[in-house]
């Protein structure tokens, strides 16, 4: 939201520098050619712009539960002014600005998230993808019961119990966030909210994300048709296209998904209870700097970072956790993502043979267009070389492993470059604003696509 207005104050001084408005488009020579009335401005160009990247990177995103223990006896000033503000910039402007400089790994997080809750699906009787979701998201977490609490033992030695709620919520301890393999499927019957319920607890519906979708929709669709009355489109609508293009798919596999969910189900065991952690044992990150660099780079543009998480020893869920699908699946959900990221790249050469203020301006977008496109292609061939070498059951391992080792070389090499290829693009879209040529301010026709005698 700050980026965002940082970048509306920079399309005003844009308007100013640029001056008004030639004096050709003022007496409405263009719009004579195309039977148009008006002129779009330097501000309604921006306007529409930023509206819509902020649906795309701030209204889009559906973060996993930020469970925070409540506070007795708050201030007013740490409960309506401290809290939420640390809140802001701690966590949801850092989602923001994951969102606004890689959203092609919003779109591969969203899409392992999908995949996975359709594998919790599968396994847990009567759950809809929804609860798959919930469960991902962080949506269960372990509470200790104070000491002396009266409770209700399962039948089922497992540690779990039920609080007959004769004490105060107030005492009770939070733990830790829960992964599905750590409670019984007893328990979750019991536990577990409906699908109604699940979606009462978001703070969306389906009419909420229809808005934004038609917005997107109508950005794009207003773009198509500039393109095909052969009206230039400025760089910063050409960013915003991308995001759109992008932002429509982020949300059909977050569809289910309940969004801004803050208050988990709260499971207890007793004061005294030990919890393990199921499953596997942790991965550690290498300790060495170089290396440690390397590995964090490769493992969070695959989305295995949830394999060097313990969730018994988190507060809250982490931001980007998956639900730790497996090897397969894991790659799997991030070749389509990878393309898509590709293809976003590629919507910024619409803007290839676009009239540039300056030279070196136009350089530098045609080298960083191609940047965007050859980092996600390069972490696709990774993903299907990983899944074919799987499906064949490692017959070709030599030829396969090779290939990988050199893909991921040139990611560990070009990962950087990429993030500077997003910032810089940026920026450019907005220093672009300063020099337009007339026919940008040309509206479309739109008496064109529409039957009339």
């Known amino acids: 939201m700050i980026v965002l207005l940082f970048a509306y104050s920079i399309i005003q001084s844009a308007k100013i520098e640029a001056g008004p408005i030639p004096?050709?488009?003022e007496l409405g020579d263009v719009a004579s050619c195309d039977g148009q009335n008006s002129q779009r401005t330097l501000a309604g160009i921006g306007w529409s712009c930023l509206s819509t990247i902020f649906l795309c990177t701030w209204v889009a995103v559906h973060p996993n539960v930020h469970f925070r223990p409540e506070k007795q006896n708050q201030r007013w000033f740490e409960r309506w002014l401290w809290d939420p503000l640390r809140e802001i910039l701690t966590y949801e402007l850092s989602l923001f600005i994951w969102a606004l400089l890689v959203p092609?790994?919003?779109?591969?997080?969203?899409?392992r998230q999908y995949v996975q809750a359709g594998v919790i699906k599968q396994q847990a009787p009567g759950w809809?993808?929804?609860?798959?979701?919930?469960?991902?998201m962080g949506g269960f977490h372990l509470f200790r019961l104070p000491a002396g609490a009266p409770f209700v033992e399962s039948s089922e030695s497992a540690g779990f119990v039920y609080p007959t709620g004769n004490h105060s919520r107030g005492d009770e301890v939070p733990v830790c966030p829960l992964k599905f393999e750590d409670i019984p499927v007893y328990v979750l019957k019991t536990v577990a909210p409906t699908k109604t319920e699940l979606k009462d607890r978001g703070k969306s519906d389906a009419l909420?994300?229809?808005?934004?979708?038609?917005?997107a929709l109508w950005f794009v669709m207003q773009c198509t048709v500039r393109g095909v009355q052969k009206l230039p489109l400025t760089e910063l609508e050409v960013v915003t296209l991308a995001y759109a293009t992008l932002n429509f798919f982020i949300y059909v596999f977050w569809w289910d998904k309940p969004q801004n969910a803050e208050c988990p189900i709260r499971v207890y065991k007793t004061s005294t209870a030990i919890h393990e952690e199921s499953g596997k044992e942790v991965k550690q990150w290498e300790k060495r700097l170089p290396v440690s660099w390397m590995d964090k780079t490769i493992e969070y543009t695959n989305g295995a970072q949830d394999d060097y998480v313990n969730l018994s020893k988190e507060n809250s869920i982490p931001m980007f956790w998956s639900g730790k699908p497996s090897g397969y699946l894991?790659?799997?959900?991030?070749?389509?993502?990878?393309i898509l990221g590709s293809a976003f790249g590629a919507i910024h050469c619409i803007a290839w043979l676009s009239e540039f203020p300056t030279r070196s301006e136009l350089v530098l977008w045609r080298i960083y267009c191609i940047a965007m496109i050859k980092v996600p292609f390069v972490f696709a061939v990774v993903c299907a070389v990983v899944v074919v070498d799987i499906r064949t059951r490692k017959r070709y391992k030599g030829f396969f492993v090779a290939v990988s080792m050199i893909c991921l070389v040139l990611i560990i090499l070009s990962a950087w470059l990429y993030v500077a290829s997003r910032v810089v693009t940026l920026v450019i879209a907005f220093t672009?604003?300063?020099?337009?040529?007339?026919?940008?301010f040309a509206t479309v026709d739109w008496t064109s696509f529409i039957p009339h005698i």
């Open 208 to 215: 909420t994300k229809i808005i934004v979708l038609v917005q």
């Open 330 to 338: 894991l790659y799997s959900a991030g070749f389509g993502p990878s």
């Open 128 to 136: 809809t993808r929804t609860h798959g979701h919930f469960m991902i």
């Open 104 to 111: 092609e790994y919003i779109l591969g997080w969203a899409v």
């Open 432 to 440: 672009t604003l300063r020099s337009l040529p007339s026919t940008a």
């Open 23 to 25: 004096a050709s488009i």
